[in-house]
């Protein structure tokens, strides 16, 4: 799992990232890459923000970051974020409410589909 924190693809390095966190292992090492791939272009960026939730205790640092998407140019970190709040306390989701109503006007579909839901 450590070696496939190289791998160069994002999803890759996330599936191990989350995988590491659960068993306790490298916990430091494997949120830094989800970190550096929530910042990557297209579904990679998605994908990694979707996991913080997953990642325990390990993401939760993680997620001021994540949340931080929900304004991003990229429409998949974007859809990522919203799919975060829909994951979070209720109280703690209520904080970005704003950020998610505006989402209801997204250009993409997608992700005012998603905000709708959230």
Not at 65 to 90: E, H, I, Q
């Amino acid at each position: 799992l450590k070696e496939a924190l190289q791998n160069p693809a994002g999803f890759v390095v996330v599936e191990a990232a989350v995988a590491l966190c659960r068993v306790g292992e490298g916990r430091a090492e494997a949120a830094e890459k989800v970190r550096q791939v929530m910042d990557a272009p297209g579904e990679a960026a998605q994908l990694a923000i979707e996991a913080v939730a997953r990642m325990g205790e390990a993401g939760k640092p993680l997620v001021p970051a994540a949340l931080a998407k929900l304004t991003s140019d990229n429409p998949d970190a974007r859809f990522g974020a919203v799919t975060l709040v829909a994951s979070l306390p209720p109280a703690e989701a209520a904080k970005v409410a704003p950020d998610v109503g505006r989402l209801l006007t997204d250009p993409e579909k997608k992700v005012r589909v998603r905000a709708a839901a959230v």
